[in-house]
Nanobody, 117 residues
Framework: VQLQASGGGLVQTGDSLRLSCTAS????????MGWFRQAPGKEREFVAR????????VYADSVKGRFTISRDNAKNSGYLQMNSLEPEDTGVYYC???????????WGQGTQVTVSS
């Protein structure tokens, strides 16, 4: 599995961004996809995940109501729509794959999101 996140950038508080995760290798529809982020000096933290068929989603409390995760299995792609961005959302965002409830992995290169106040 190879995953590549893109779509980050420098925005202001209250702006929106849409991140994309492009997958290759093992069948995209065979695993749960998730988004994680890592702020400078902090551990990588969970943001959201979507089940293999897109029917089930889970969000971190800090992003509920602002972020929406989705996937398009026909395009081997996942997305993270981020609205009402806050400076606390700043970090490198990674997409990852989870097989059969195991730990997320297969991190590719992340994409930087910077929210200025």
């Amino acid at each position: 599995v190879q995953l590549q996140a893109s779509g980050g950038g420098l925005v202001q508080t209250g702006d929106s961004l849409r991140l994309s995760c492009t997958a290759s290798g093992r069948s995209f529809r065979s695993y749960t996809m998730g988004w994680f982020r890592q702020a400078p000096g902090k551990e990588r933290e969970f943001v959201a995940r979507v089940s293999s068929n897109g029917a089930s989603t889970v969000y971190a409390d800090s992003v509920k109501g602002r972020f929406t995760i989705s996937r398009d299995n026909a395009k081997n792609s996942g997305y993270l729509q981020m609205n009402s961005l806050e400076p606390e959302d700043t970090g490198v965002y990674y997409c990852g794959a989870q097989f059969n409830g195991r730990t997320f992995g297969y991190w590719g290169q992340g994409t930087q999101v910077t929210v200025s106040s």
